[in-house]
């Protein structure tokens, strides 16, 4: 969730009720990225993100939530989080899309972040 001035905002992101699933694979696609990965990222979305957004992204989560709101990355659309995955080489991340596009949610959810656990990153980041 992203505020007005484009940030993202932990506190709309953790508000009350489940986590979807949806969110609850780009928490775990984004806990497993280092910097330079999102870095990574960011660089390749350079046609579909203005520079000074760009420059601003600071975690996988600030990048998805940007490309959220452009509509460029949704439940029922997987393309280019695929597409970003595969250019920096994260198989174990991309096998993780694929089985979320293929159940429509994450397989062994006992191993993913509950809710807690994704607030308390969301806060620490």
């Known amino acids: 969730m992203a505020s007005a001035s484009g940030n993202w905002d932990p506190d709309a992101a953790a508000g009350p009720g489940p986590l979807s699933p949806f ?3 780009l928490y ?6 280092s910097q330079n990965e999102v870095e990574s990222m960011v660089f390749l979305c350079h046609e579909n993100i203005r520079k ?13 939530s940007i ?14 989080l695929k597409s970003l995955l595969k250019h920096i080489r994260r198989s174990d991340l991309l096998l993780l899309v694929q089985e979320f596009e293929e159940r ?3 397989v062994a959810p006992e191993d993913q972040p509950d809710e807690h656990e ?5 806060v620490m980041n």
């Open 23 to 25: 969110l609850a694979l």
């Open 28 to 33: 775990t696609i984004a806990a497993g990225l």
């Open 118 to 122: 994704i607030r308390r990153w969301i």
């Open 67 to 80: 490309l959220m709101e452009q509509g460029l990355l949704a439940p029922d659309d997987l393309r280019l």
């Open 52 to 64: 000074r957004r760009r420059e601003a992204v600071r975690s996988g989560m600030e990048l998805f």
């Open 104 to 106: 429509g949610e994450l």
